[in-house]
């Protein structure tokens, strides 16, 4: 079995289905198994709407992807896995903050049962993690949920990245554009 299975903010699709990206890796997957992921990653509709749908061929001599529909494909490949760890390393990055929203809401929906490991800069990501853990410097400095975080350490790291992010987004809102937010970064493990 599986144990652990990643997610990186570009993720690799195959000259093949996308039926055949999803599966990969567990080959046995069903139609059933396929389209469950795909409608929890917000894939299906998207899917349907294509030529041949799940049949439907990706690559030079195929369909061109969006980077979010690259994105939810590849969150549907890595729900079919079914691994008990599900790591994220700024897996959503590429993503606006609406379709961020929804990746995360896939992940939340199908997630209870495994232990998701987050690499972000975007505090968004990890806002209702259980545990966060700030790291600087390869060290780990605040530790914590959103909320305790912000009452115990009200001016420690985690509290100014949001607050630096919260002011890049007020300003990048005003000049029509989006911010990844400063390079520190917060990870979270939740179960």
Not at 20 to 36: Q, S
């Amino acid at each position: 079995m599986l144990t652990m299975c990643d997610l990186q903010s570009e993720p690799c699709l195959f000259a093949s289905t996308i039926f055949e990206n999803i599966a990969y890796g567990r080959e046995a997957a069903t139609e059933a198994e396929v389209v469950e992921v795909a409608t929890l990653a917000n894939a299906h509709k998207f899917i349907l709407a294509l030529p041949d749908g799940y049949r439907t061929w990706l690559g030079e001599r195929g369909v061109q992807l969006s980077g979010e529909q690259r994105q939810r494909v590849a969150v549907a490949r890595a729900l079919v896995k079914k691994a008990p760890i599900l790591l994220l390393d700024e897996a959503t990055s590429a993503l606006d903050a609406e379709s961020e929203r929804s990746v995360q809401d896939a992940l939340e929906r199908s997630g209870t049962e495994r232990t998701t490991i987050v690499g972000a800069h975007r505090l968004a990501s990890v806002r209702n993690a259980h545990v966060i853990a700030v790291i600087d410097d390869e060290k780990v400095v605040e530790q914590g949920t959103h909320s305790h975080l912000l009452k115990h350490h009200p001016d420690g790291s985690y509290a100014r990245m949001l607050q630096l992010q919260r002011f890049a987004n007020g300003a990048a809102t005003a000049n029509g554009a989006s911010s990844l937010g400063p390079s520190t970064s917060a990870r979270e493990a939740t179960r």
